[in-house]
T-cell receptor, first 115, second 117 residues
Framework: DTGVSQNPRHKITKRGQNVTFRCDPI?????LYWYRQTLGQGPEFLTY????????KSRLLSDRFSAERPKGSFSTLEIQRTEQGDSAMYLC?????????????FGPGTRLTVL | AQSVAQPEDQVNVAEGNPLTVKCTYS??????LFWYVQYPNRGLQFLLK??????LVKGSYGFEAEFNKSQTSFHLKKPSALVSDSALYFC???????????????FGAGTRLTVKP
């Protein structure tokens, strides 16, 4: 068990560019979550996968955001036409998925800065 | 919808003294409650959770939390603080009645704990 990993750890981009982040969950974890965290705030839920199926999306997830988990393992989060307001820490978490309320384990996050 | 409040932005304690980080919640049904800790430039680490059963929950690193239904609180405690406990602490809640969304976990804004030697 090597924990949840995220790449890159930091990303600086210019407004209008597209960015993609990757999350590798803990092996055998069926559920995968994406959160956004801004300075001084707790994480805010963006979206959630059960295996490869995206089961829930927050209203925070505008149409510029898209997430995939094609084989039920790693996941990618893409932001198109980035805006300065997208600057935040993007956190990924995974959980076993055996229980209705199971514990989510978080990765170190990807810090996005949009210039 | 459920919500969490962490009324203190900052808590300062001396090393060796007991610490308390406060959390109150609001849910429609019965709550599932969590505490996470975040160190600089790192993700959230799970400390403990309350699902049902004993109101006093013991977790990692010597932390514990007490569920109080009448006061809708879930305060995090530790009998003797360490300098290494200095970090950002987040309380989170999920509502047992939320049957449709599997992830409707709401986090508080966080409390920065500083333990001084």
């Amino acid at each position: 068990d090597t924990g949840v990993s995220q790449n890159p750890r930091h990303k600086i981009t210019k407004r209008g560019q597209n960015v993609t982040f990757r999350c590798d969950p803990i092996s055998e974890h069926n559920r995968l979550y994406w959160y956004r965290q801004t300075l001084g705030q707790g994480p805010e839920f963006l979206t959630y996968f059960q295996n490869e199926a995206q089961l829930e999306k927050s209203r925070l997830l505008s149409d510029r955001f898209s997430a995939e988990r094609p084989k039920g393992s790693f996941s990618t989060l893409e932001i198109q036409r980035t805006e300065q307001g997208d600057s935040a820490m993007y956190l990924c978490a995974s959980s076993l998925g055996w229980e209705r309320v199971d514990t989510q384990y978080f990765g170190p996050g990807t810090r996005l800065t949009v210039l | 919808a459920q919500s969490v409040a962490q009324p203190e932005d900052q808590v300062n304690v001396a090393e060796g003294n007991p610490l308390t980080v406060k959390c109150t919640y609001s849910v429609s049904g019965n709550p599932y409650l969590f505490w996470y800790v975040q160190y600089p430039n790192r993700g959230l680490q799970f400390l403990l959770k309350y699902i049902t059963g004993d109101n006093l929950v013991k977790g990692s690193y010597g932390f514990e939390a007490e569920f109080n239904k009448s006061q809708t609180s879930f305060h995090l405690k530790k009998p003797s603080a360490l300098v290494s406990d200095s970090a950002l602490y987040f309380c989170a809640v999920r509502d047992l009645l939320s049957t449709h969304n599997n992830n409707d976990m709401r986090f508080g804004a966080g409390t920065r704990l500083t333990v001084k030697p």
